[in-house]
């Protein structure tokens, strides 16, 4: 490649690059982050965990939610405290819990009186259903009713057992779940950055440049992030807060990490080192920009998603995005440029010294897949395919209570407990609404409905009726969302009832439900907008399409290889009905970053030397920096695995697994043999096409490849 004459240089490769205004845009950041700290740290308090940020909008749970105020707070759950002792209920028993009832009762959270203690058939358990109101702060906010229940129960005779379980018990035990998610992520994701970091520059001082331009990157979005949620333009909840710390952390290195690779080049070729990062971000810029851009575009394709908790992540993660890659372009670059080479000690690149990429490993790599590329590529794309079978493993239905831990966690106990002695369903009611004047006719149809276990006499109020059903079977089981559905079913036909019904099950199947519908929905436009910008980006269409058609081998054989894992490997039951959709808007919109970087590399070397020639270049020249940018994405993602619950584990699994199979096969393998065996056509319809092969007869006449570089294989 030619050098660059300072005139050619773009206009912002100059801002965060010259001897002064490098201090204007280290000094423009340490304000940002002051103003934006305090922000930053009060987002947990502006998260949005009520029931309908997480619901899909249209869902007849949903509704139901909105319209029970009349009856009780929208934001009320049942807490089934249940008590057994095998050997039979005692007279001192029954007195002792009853007196607990009462102290639950003055509980704050605690709104209506609780209903119970309610003796089971066998006379070996009491049941206590206590209404707990948790208000604006949401599910969040249970933890701490439940503690104060287990508080009010201390004086629990000896041999008789309490539980917590029920909606306020599952939240419970999720809400410590999620107990300082954001730090545990912060600190993992900090730790695997480091440590892949030093490997990476081998200089003790190098890696805290990207730490602290991530850090700064995760702080001034997540301040931004909390003015439009305190202003409620966006809804936050504890899912996207998580998600945002992991991606802006692991983007954010990767595009710092390919910048710095360029530096380092070019520190080789300029004396001058502002001359030679204006040439770096003027030559890597580009690519970086693309690659943001299609996360950016990716995240918000789910914008179109039904469920709210989805729909949400998408302008939280690329606003994350967007500030990560602000901070890259500018903090970043300025920062090494006021530091000077010395950062990179002890391996400095010092102008005119010899850089060893284009005959290292990947150099070597590249060498071995040329001798016969369209082999390398078929080879490759089946072994793809059949890992992608694997597909047909995967259970994405959505995980029970009892299936949702590593380990049976207090309300799954109580549960089980619960089952034994009482009807499943009994503490998570089916809740209909329904016109007043057709409530007795709503009621009997709901009673002749199998699999129901009682109805409650309807309560009317302001027009309106409540009738609560419970169910023969436990709310989270396949058996109860088909008792809904035909209660659904039974209510529908009752003529001007204008009847709904909610509750925990239904929570749970309009959720599946909405799931698998954006699965459908969401990923052909994922697709079709990162399509699109990689033929504005490569200005091409043969290129565009191929890489698409790589990107979904690498989806399908890390969602096959996943659900083989999932099940045979860590016994999981199943995986979430979100589990396709995040992998897949993951893999593509960050996956893909790793194509643009490669890809714009080839393109830029190919308009000099021809694509055959090119794709060496540019796979040897990019392979380092791009394995070391997969490694720290799929580490990032991967401390999603340190919480305690299946569906975030999976995530992480998942997308660790296709970064690094997109990182190691994709991208260095397949994409590389399919470049050194389309050749110039793979820029059709761009002149590039049409000039390719005259550009690699020229290279070849000058011999302006470098004397390592391998024999070309002839492609036929």
Known sequence: MQENKTGEIGRFARIPSTRVSKWLVVGFWILVLGLMFGPASKLPDALNNEAASWLPQDAQSTKVVDQIADFQSKNEFPAVVVYERPSGITPADLAAVTAQVARFDAIDTVKRDAIGPIPSADKQALQVIVPVDAGDAGWDSLGATVTKMHDAAKDTPAGLSMHVTGPVGYAADSSEAFSGIDGKLLYSAMAVVIVILLITYRSPVLWLVPVLSAGTALFVAQGVIYFLADGDVLTVNAQSSGILTVIVFGAGTDYALLLVARYREELRRHEDRHQAMAVALHRAGPAIIASGATVIAGMLCLLFATMSSTKGLGPVAAIGIAVGLLVMLTLLPALLVVLGRW???????????????????????????????????????????????????????????????????????GEQIAAKHFPAGAGSPVLVLADEPKAGAVATAVKGVDGVDTVAPAVSRNGRSLIQATLKDAPDSDAATATLDRIRDAIKAVPGANAIAGGDTATRADTLRASADDNVRIIPVILGVVLLILILLLRAVTAPLVLIGTVVLSFGAAIGLSALVFRHVLGFAGADSSLPLFVFVFLVALGIDYNIFLMTRVHEEATQVGTRRGALIGLAATGGVITSAGLVLAGTFAVLATMPIVAFAEIGFAVALGVLLDTLVVRSVLVTALNLDIGGRMWWPSRLARDDRALGARADSTERAPEAEPELAATP
């Open 343 to 413: 950062v990179f000690w002890p391996v400095r690149p010092t102008f005119g010294s010899v850089d060893h990429t284009r005959d290292g490993v990947w150099a070597r790599i590249g060498a071995q897949i040329a001798r016969a590329p369209r082999r390398t590529w078929v080879v490759t794309s089946l072994l793809l395919v059949v890992a992608s079978v694997g597909v047909l493993q995967l259970n994405a239905v959505g995980l029970s209570n009892k299936d949702s831990y590593y380990t049976a966690p207090p309300s799954v106990i």
